[in-house]
């Protein structure tokens, strides 16, 4: 499925850029990043994914209600094998969903629940992987400058095509 391979090229990417960096850089915290690292928005990206599997269980996606897990933050290997590992259970059959939400607005404090499917929130979260991918750019650009990602790290998929259209 087009989806997953999407999927499979921003988590190697993502990967790949994690192993250039020095262990001590992954969870330094990052000026331009407003003191996060990059760990941290790794983390995210991760504990999002795992939000979907579990509420793929259950029918009831919530990204509120994520563990943290601050190890993720501080150990690139474990984010990169937490990675493969999502990708590899990623292919699952499409199924309606519901998402869970809520908003500090509400006095209240009740939940939204919000129609989705499996494969919507794949591409939800894949679009905020590569979101937090930009900032990660920006977070590798300040803790080692001289490495290099691929031009098209934390771009979308619809920037690199209208690149590309208004290119020719």
Same mark, same amino acid.
């Given at each position: !499925?087009?989806?997953?391979?999407?999927?499979?090229?921003?988590?190697?990417?993502?990967?790949?850029?994690?192993?250039?960096?020095?262990?001590?850089?992954?969870?330094?915290?990052?000026?331009?990043?407003?003191?996060?690292? *990059?760990?941290?928005?790794?983390?995210? *990206? *991760?504990?999002?994914?795992?939000?979907?599997?579990?509420?793929?269980? &259950?029918?009831?996606? #919530?990204?509120?209600?994520? %563990?943290?897990?601050?190890? @993720?933050?501080?150990?690139?290997?474990?984010?990169?094998?937490?990675?493969?590992?999502?990708?590899?259970?990623?292919?699952?059959? $499409? %199924?309606?969903? +519901?998402?869970?939400?809520?908003?500090?607005?509400?006095?209240?404090?009740?939940?939204? +629940?919000?129609?989705?499917?499996? #494969?919507?929130?794949?591409?939800? #979260?894949?679009?905020? &992987?590569?979101?937090? !991918?930009?900032? *990660?750019? @920006?977070? @590798?650009?300040?803790? $080692?400058?001289?490495?290099?990602?691929?031009?098209?790290?934390? @771009?979308?998929?619809? &920037?690199? %095509?209208?690149?590309?259209?208004?290119?020719?």
């Amino acid at each position: !499925m087009q989806l997953h391979l999407a999927v499979r090229n921003a988590f190697d990417q993502l990967a790949g850029s994690l192993c250039l960096l020095q262990p001590r850089e992954y969870p330094q915290p990052c000026k331009t990043l407003s003191g996060h690292s *990059i760990g941290q928005h790794v983390r995210h *990206i *991760i504990e999002l994914f795992q939000a979907l599997q579990t509420g793929y269980g &259950t029918g009831i996606v #919530n990204y509120e209600k994520r %563990k943290r897990e601050l190890t @993720i933050e501080t150990d690139r290997d474990l984010a990169c094998l937490l990675l493969e590992q999502i990708y590899q259970d990623l292919d699952r059959p $499409d %199924k309606p969903l +519901l998402l869970e939400t809520s908003f500090a607005d509400d006095p209240a404090g009740l939940p939204l +629940l919000l129609s989705s499917n499996y #494969n919507r929130e794949i591409a939800y #979260n894949l679009e905020h &992987t590569i979101h937090h !991918m930009a900032l *990660i750019r @920006i977070g @590798i650009n300040e803790v $080692d400058p001289s490495l290099v990602l691929p031009e098209e790290y934390g @771009i979308a998929s619809a &920037t690199i %095509k209208y690149r590309r259209q208004c290119a020719q």
